[in-house]
């Protein structure tokens, strides 16, 4: 029941230096945890340090004090485990959607053959089989970040982090790719943080929603979204439950911004 | 309905479009030579001044039976190849160099400026006394003149550098090399090979430079050598050639952009 920590911030700040002496601090004593297999949400005003977290957990960046802990082991860089994606889907627009597919696999010691034969499985699971010899610019925002889902999850991570990746669609293709996510993130069992600023795709998608608060962020609410359907964000929508959670995470929001503002 | 009409007009213009437009261009052309030939003899232009187009015709000709055209034509040529091949190399390497290090892209900056802005044919009789009547002063500043523009814009593709796409890689644990040439260099294709196309044509400029002051082979040199006999034509001539070895160059540089770049959409016009 109580599943294994897969990731652990432990009191986790990061300061930037300013143009000036001083320091800026972009979060403050942050700790949660997610449990492997477990979906989290993170909400929260703009500037208040979500990216800042999703670059701590992948290693891009080390925190000022505190620790992040995967599966048990302190973060000291790019870590094989880690899978993200961001808004932009970053494909390499020189490479065949197969290609870049294989992107993350190229940094391993793995026979060709082998890495192709993973991107073909990877495809066929995001429902991409046919689009495999395309270029980036010949597909469409929907298919691209599918795309860039099969070459996140083609290096087999444990935890996957999720920095807005639907905010650039339209909301039909936003609510058919959320399904196609969740169906694909949780046939795989896969650990993921996601970061947003929509509370619906927070409610819809995930087992924890965490709000933070204006910078410096800090965790000031946490909401269990107890639902059926993690795997159909469109199906778990409607549910009163769910739209209860969603207007109190709104009020929830509005009052951080306030007392910090 | 809209669909048929809208093909009854469609269909003939890709195929008109393809035509008329290289047609228009060989109008030109030949309207172009027809004024050439008979509009200054009717002016009384004398023939030494602008000669004909048939008398260039016939001094091409005489230019491949008596002056060893084809040796010059290929000596000018090869040179140019390799002068814009070694500068292009020389560029590119330190230009990703360059971009690799920006402790030392700051020490250089101002010595790179400098140099850029130096009209480097200048250096031309400097490199002729220094390494004597040879190849050496000619492919020196061929490639003096091919190295900058190139180095310039490789530097520039290396800041422009995609910092998200960099992350990635280094997120999937890539090592430094791989990140250089699984991203960073293949994200600099766009800018090397606009800076190639500009050396191309530079490179023609080079040579040619360095065959006028000194040597005795080359377009260059039979450019001084006609001046030297009053003989336009093979000024003209010589012009000509010189001209045709720029446009191949360049256009196999294009022919290999538009290859390796096939993964840009292209602009419709
Ligand atoms: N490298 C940096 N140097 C200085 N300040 C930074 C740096 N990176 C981020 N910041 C600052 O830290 C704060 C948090 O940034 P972050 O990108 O994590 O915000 P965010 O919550 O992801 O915002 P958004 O929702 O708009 O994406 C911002 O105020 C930002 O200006
Ligand atoms: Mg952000």
């Known amino acids: 029941m109580a599943a294994a920590v897969a990731l652990e911030l432990d009191r986790v700040s990061r300061r930037f230096a300013t143009r000036g002496s001083g320091l800026f601090t972009a979060i403050e004593a942050l700790a949660f945890s997610v449990r492997a297999g477990e979906f989290v949400s993170v909400v929260g005003p703009s500037g208040c340090g979500k990216s800042t977290i999703l670059n701590l957990v992948a290693g891009l960046d080390r925190p000022s004090s505190g620790r992040v802990l995967l599966n048990g082991l302190p973060v000291t860089g790019p870590s094989t485990h880690v899978g993200f994606m961001l808004q932009k889907d970053l494909l390499l627009p020189w490479r065949s959607i197969a290609r870049n597919v294989e992107f993350g696999l190229e940094a391993r010691p793995m026979p060709r053959a082998e890495r192709r034969a993973r991107a073909q499985q990877e495809l066929q699971r995001c429902r991409l089989s046919e689009l495999a010899d395309r270029y980036p610019f010949q597909l469409s925002g929907g298919q691209r970040q599918r795309a860039a889902l099969a070459r996140t999850l083609a290096i087999e991570p444990d935890i996957v982090l999720l920095d807005e990746p639907f905010s650039a669609l339209d909301s039909q293709t936003k609510l058919l790719l959320q399904r196609s996510f969740a169906q694909t993130i949780a046939g795989a069992g896969i650990t993921t943080l996601l970061i947003t600023h929509d509370l619906v795709e927070a409610v819809s998608m995930s087992d924890r929603v965490l709000v933070m608060s204006e910078r410096p962020g800090r965790i000031v609410e946490e909401i269990v979204v107890d639902l059926p359907h993690r795997d159909d964000p469109i199906a778990r929508r409607p549910l009163p439950r769910a739209q209860d959670l969603m207007t109190h995470l709104f009020d929830a929001l509005h009052l951080a911004d306030r007392t910090d503002a | ?269």
Not at chain 2, 142 to 147: A, E, H, N, R
Not at chain 2, 191 to 206: D, Y
Not at chain 2, 243 to 254: D, E, F, N
């Open chain 2, 1 to 269: 309905m809209t669909s048929l009409a809208e093909a009854a007009v469609a269909t003939p213009r890709p195929w008109l479009r393809n035509l008329a437009l290289p047609a228009a261009s060989l109008v030109f052309a030949a309207l172009v030579l027809v004024a050439w030939e008979f509009v200054p003899p009717a002016l009384g232009v004398p023939k030494y001044i602008v000669p004909r187009v048939s008398d260039l015709l016939l001094e091409m000709a005489r230019m491949g039976r008596q002056e060893n055209l084809l040796a010059h034509v290929v000596s000018t040529g090869s040179m140019a190849v390799l002068g814009f091949a070694l500068g292009a190399l020389f560029g590119a390497v330190c230009g990703y160099l360059l971009g690799l290090s920006p402790l030392w892209e700051r020490v250089l900056s101002p010595y790179i400026l400098a140099l850029q802005i130096a009209p480097k044919v200048a250096f031309a009789p400097l490199f002729i006394m220094w390494f004597g009547y040879n190849a050496w002063p000619k492919l020196i500043v061929t490639v003096l003149v091919v190295f900058f523009p190139i180095l310039v814009n490789v530097l520039q593709a290396m800041h422009t550098a995609d910092r998200d796409q960099v992350n990635l890689a280094r997120a999937y644990s890539m090592s430094p090399a791989q990140v250089f040439w699984k991203v960073l260099f293949p994200s600099s294709m766009p800018s090397l090979l606009a800076g190639l196309r500009i050396g191309a044509t530079l490179a023609v400029i080079g040579i040619t430079v360095g065959e006028l002051l000194g040597g005795e082979v080359g377009l260059g040199y039979l450019i001084t050598f006609g001046e030297g006999q009053a003989n336009t034509a093979m000024v003209f001539n010589a012009i000509f050639l010189l001209t045709i070895i720029g446009i191949a160059m360049y256009g196999a540089v294009a022919w290999v952009e538009a290859r390796v770049l096939h993964y840009i959409p292209r602009v419709e016009h």
